[in-house]
């Protein structure tokens, strides 16, 4: 790839990252305001950002243009899109104040992680856990933005994919903590 080249590429990875965050703060207006055509749009411009995401790792990889500043972007952008939606989603009674706690609570506790890693000269990556749990959360939310459907027994079907995300959340928690425990610094007992 030519140096002009590889200057385009990095350009278009960082404009549909900046996209994703630019996203948040109008679908969260979208769903606090709420409204059939409101939530419609909301719900088509999450599943635009949750795209993104996809899209953006498949072109760097491609291009090969995989930086720590463009992972800790694209990380950053989809923490900021689930916590934010989340949050908004959780004022206007669509999703559970407990699973918004836990989902947003690992974000920070590996948030704290990849602080402690990165400190000891490590790079915490993605594991299938963590893109599972990515991919989860997006369904869960687009559902609990639209809720097309009726009740299924007791809860909404987006309100057992909330129950799925945050059973998934915290299996992917686990098993960073597990897979970085040796990072962690030991507490020492006093003499």
């Known amino acids: 790839m030519s140096e002009a080249a590889d200057r385009r590429a990095a350009i278009a990875l960082e404009a549909i990252t900046y996209l994703r965050a630019a996203l948040v703060p109008v679908i969260m207006w979208l769903v606090l305001r709420g409204g059939a055509v409101a939530t419609a749009v909301a719900g088509w411009l999450f599943a635009l950002a949750a795209v993104t995401d996809f899209l953006d790792g498949y072109l760097a990889r491609r291009w090969k243009r995989v930086t720590v500043l463009g992972t800790f ?7 900021l899109l689930v916590s934010g939606v989340l949050v908004a989603l959780v004022a206007v009674g669509r999703a559970s104040p407990w699973i918004a706690f836990v989902i947003v609570g690992r974000e920070l506790l590996l948030l704290g992680l990849r602080g402690v890693v990165a400190a ?5 990556k993605p594991s299938v856990w ?13 559902l609990a933005i639209w809720r097309p459907f009726r009740p299924l027994g ?5 309100q057992w994919a909330m129950l799925a995300a945050a ?3 915290v299996a992917s928690a686990l098993e960073y903590l597990s897979r970085f425990a040796g990072a962690l610094p030991r507490s020492r007992a006093r003499r």
Do not use: H, R, S, W
Request: with cysteine.
């Open 120 to 124: 000891g000269g490590e790079v915490m």
């Open 167 to 169: 059973a998934v959340t």
């Open 130 to 142: 963590g893109k599972l749990k990515a991919n989860v959360q997006f369904v869960a939310i687009c």
């Open 154 to 158: 007791p809860l909404y079907l987006d």
């Open 73 to 79: 972007l694209d990380t950053t952008a989809d923490k």
